[in-house]
């Protein structure tokens, strides 16, 4: 099971999707009544998903099953994967499909769209949030929102300057036994917290050697490069296997770790950290990958009075342990389940481990020299309907995952990359967020030496 797109498990435990499908479709169309009836067409919410092959058709259930929403239309580069979904929602029975589009700026001019959610590759996320916020849309972008600092910088620049709602899809913020495991944290638990240690132990197999090939029938490979520099087609780059390309993907640390690292930074309550190191490589197979597949890294956080506080985080990709149970069946993982992912958190009186979020993120907790069990709790929650009453209130305050904190969890990971490929330890001004002292490392935080391939440009002025 593929848990990366498992949407009973993740954000619905205990929805019963069969009978919420058929209350859609009675209603005609991807959009589910209110308790109060069906309300006139003012009063729905015209959603367009971009990007539905996995993380996206989630979205598209996602929104499906919150009441007055309408998945209007989707954008989607491969055809083949279109057709495939136009067959999944026809077993819906539902009576309007959504929009097809494959050029997401066609989809931006339509007026009727409220808002667009954005689940393609990493490269992409920001440059559409941007240009969405630009046409009045308010945004659900996938994480981590953006591919390098600098546009992650300027989709919070646009986001504030055109009054949008944007929510990062960093989910844990939206498990009530998360929000629980960080409220005992706030309440002292576990006494005086100074160091969190994030787990991305995925079970990831070589991809091998993909040699070049004609573009699939069907694939607008143009729009799918977008930004990125366009390369020769190969089966590695594109579906899925892109995570593990500098060009378009951030690694297992800004593809599975970013989730880990929000929910590390979350609980010890800081933003961005003043030293920064990663070390690590790609082990074990010779293939394609430019990634590493094994990292530790490491966040320095100075804090006011001379204290300091630290993030531990550690990437790992093949047979490894399990710290503090995380993964376990205890802790809401799968018997046969290899992955270990999830964080702890270490304080002066305890420690709590949290799972990670396909379970809800549970957490437990051992207090004291004896480490004797303390408060425990597992439920899952909904990040996307949170995300859509903000939309309706406008009320930013309320979201769960605003843009301005995704936007400093991805920096994390950004700034561990660069401090991973050039090999020496950054030291960071929060204030200004530029590396001190290194501007080949600044250069490394926009992707300067790759740049933007027009018309794909992100804008120096939003």
């Known amino acids: 099971m593929n848990k990366e797109s498992d949407f009973t498990r993740r954000e619905f435990l205990g929805t019963g999707v069969k009978g919420a499908l058929s209350l859609a479709a009675a209603s005609g169309g991807l959009a589910i009544s209110s308790p109060r009836g069906v309300l006139g067409a003012n009063d729905r919410i015209r959603v ?9 058709f989630d979205h598209v259930k ?46 931006l001019d339509d007026k009727s769209i409220d808002v667009i959610s954005i689940a393609t590759p990493n490269h992409w996320h920001s440059l559409i949030g941007i240009w969405a916020c630009q046409a009045g849309k308010d945004v659900y972008v996938e994480k981590p929102c953006s591919h390098n600092w ?17 929510q990062h ?25 100074y160091l969190a ?7 990831r197999n070589t991809i091998g050697h993909a040699p070049e090939k004609p573009v699939p029938e069907g694939v607008h490979y143009d729009l799918w490069t977008g930004p990125a520099p366009l390369r020769p087609f190969t089966e590695n780059r594109f579906h899925y296997k892109w995570h593990w390309f500098w060009d378009y993907g951030n690694g297992d640390l800004g593809n599975q770790g970013v989730h880990q690292v929000d929910v ?13 190191s990663a070390i690590g490589g790609h082990f074990m197979f010779d293939d394609d990958q430019e990634t590493p597949n094994t990292l530790n890294c490491a966040f320095q956080y100075d804090l ?25 069946v205890e802790m809401g993982g799968d018997k046969g389940d290899p992955n270990a992912v999830g964080d702890m958190f270490f304080g002066s009186q305890g420690y709590l481990a949290m799972g990670d979020e396909d379970t809800g993120n549970a957490y437990k907790t051992w207090l004291g020299k004896e480490q004797t069990p303390g408060p425990s709790g597992h439920e899952g929650g909904h990040h996307y309907a949170n995300f859509i009453d903000c939309v309706r209130s406008r009320k930013k305050e309320d979201l769960n995952a605003p843009i301005e904190e995704g936007h400093i969890s991805a920096t994390l990971v950004h700034l561990a990359n660069v401090s991973y490929r050039l090999g020496r330890t950054l030291n960071f001004d929060p204030e200004t967020e530029q590396v001190i002292g290194d501007d080949e490392a600044n250069r490394l935080l926009r992707d300067a030496e790759r740049g933007y391939r027009a018309p794909f440009v992100v804008p120096e002025e939003v």
């Open 169 to 193: 899809g960093t989910q844990s913020r939206s498990a009530p036994s998360a929000r629980e495991a960080i409220q005992k944290i706030r309440e002292g638990l576990i006494g005086d917290v």
């Open 62 to 107: 996602f929104a499906f099953l919150t009441p007055n929403v309408e998945v209007a239309a989707v954008c989607e580069v491969d055809e083949n994967v279109w057709r495939k979904r136009q067959a999944d929602m026809q077993k819906w029975n539902v009576s309007k499909p959504p929009l097809y589009y494959s050029d997401v700026r066609k989809l």
């Open 197 to 203: 240690r994030g787990l991305c132990f995925k079970w």
């Open 304 to 328: 006011p009075g001379g204290k300091r506080k630290m993030i531990e985080f550690e990437v790992r990709h093949w047979i490894t342990d399990r710290e503090a149970g995380i993964g376990s």
């Open 150 to 166: 600098w546009e992650g910088r300027q989709l919070v620049r646009a986001a504030q300057k055109y009054n949008r709602i944007v």
């Open 264 to 276: 590390a930074r979350w609980g010890l309550g800081v933003k961005f950290p003043n030293k920064i």
């Open 48 to 56: 367009a998903v971009c990007g539905i092959r996995g993380r996206g």
